[in-house]
């Protein structure tokens, strides 16, 4: 078969689900149509034989194409929500009475607190929580690391379920949180540093920060605690993409991020990052004493 012929029907198969997740994304039909255009033009022009799983590729491409969207939406007044008539979100693709039953109960509210959500947000939260895809690929797509991600659409799922989350107090618990692991870090106290990590933490350091560290993966309370005992010298609490977390800088240049993902009154999950890539795009602010 012609390459052209089969990757315009290979297209066709996932247009239903490509038209669903952008619209899911951007609230708006006709914004979704030409993301999902803009896709068939970019995969036309794309040397796609390594590219093994053709509909997670191009999900990843209007994800991307919607994302650009929102924020263009940011520079300028945000776009009126379009209204869906009943059943107007569901995805063929997938299970027709579920889609059904969704887009009848919560159809057009979800779509209007979507509208709400940054940009990023919205994404997250759609990719993942209805289109299941894993956070490490949706981290690549927003460019945020994989905790951050999870945290993004956390915020977006207590939104979309009409949590209060109570910013404030949760934020500065948080805070509260990270500056007593930092202290016990600082002090090399091992028992101050379980307390406040969760029996199952897990240290992620990216290649190039387990280069700096000579240590990959570390899992458990012990272990992750023993790694810290008398570190973080150097390290400042700071917000890392919205969450709290640390950077080490030298020169007043930055090295080393790490987010903290805390739940529950407990670090869940550590992830350093000291690619420098990722570090030109982080967004963080030091935080103050």
Not at 151 to 159: D, N, P, T, Y
Not at 244 to 271: H, S
Request: one cysteine or more; proline letters at 4%.
């Amino acid at each position: 078969m012609d390459e052209k012929k089969w990757l315009a029907d290979e297209f066709e198969a996932n247009r239903a689900h490509l038209r669903a997740a952008a619209y899911r994304m951007l609230g708006s039909r006709s914004e979704a149509e030409d993301a999902v255009q803009e896709a068939w033009l970019r995969l036309s022009r794309a040397d796609t034989s390594d590219v093994g799983n053709l509909g997670g590729w191009l999900t990843t491409v209007v994800a991307r194409i919607c994302l650009d969207m929102l924020r263009a939406r940011k520079t300028r007044r945000e776009e009126p929500l379009e209204i869906p008539v009943h059943g107007a979100i569901a995805d063929p693709a997938n299970d027709p009475e579920r889609d059904a039953a969704f887009a009848e109960s919560v159809g057009v509210a979800l779509l209007v607190v979507l509208q709400t959500l940054a940009p990023a947000e919205r994404v997250a939260f759609v990719l993942h929580d209805m289109f299941d895809l894993p956070f490490d690929e949706i981290a690549s797509i927003i460019g945020r690391s994989s905790a951050a991600t999870r945290q993004l659409a956390s915020r977006a799922r207590r939104r979309v379920q009409g949590v209060d989350e109570a910013p404030d107090v949760d934020f500065g618990r948080k805070q509260t949180i990270a500056q007593a692991f930092l202290t016990a870090s600082r002090n090399g106290d091992i028992e101050a540093l379980i307390a406040v990590l969760a029996p199952d933490v897990a240290f992620r350091p990216d290649a190039t920060a387990a280069r700096f560290g000579a240590v990959g993966e570390v899992r458990g309370a012990p272990a992750v605690a023993a790694l810290f005992k008398g570190r973080a010298q150097a390290a400042e609490a700071a917000i890392v993409d919205g969450e709290v977390g640390f950077v080490v800088r030298t020169e007043g240049q930055i090295r080393v991020v790490v987010a903290l993902t805390i739940a529950d009154g407990k670090i869940m999950a550590i992830d350093a990052f000291a690619d420098p890539d990722y570090l030109e795009r982080v967004d963080y602010s030091v935080l103050s004493g």
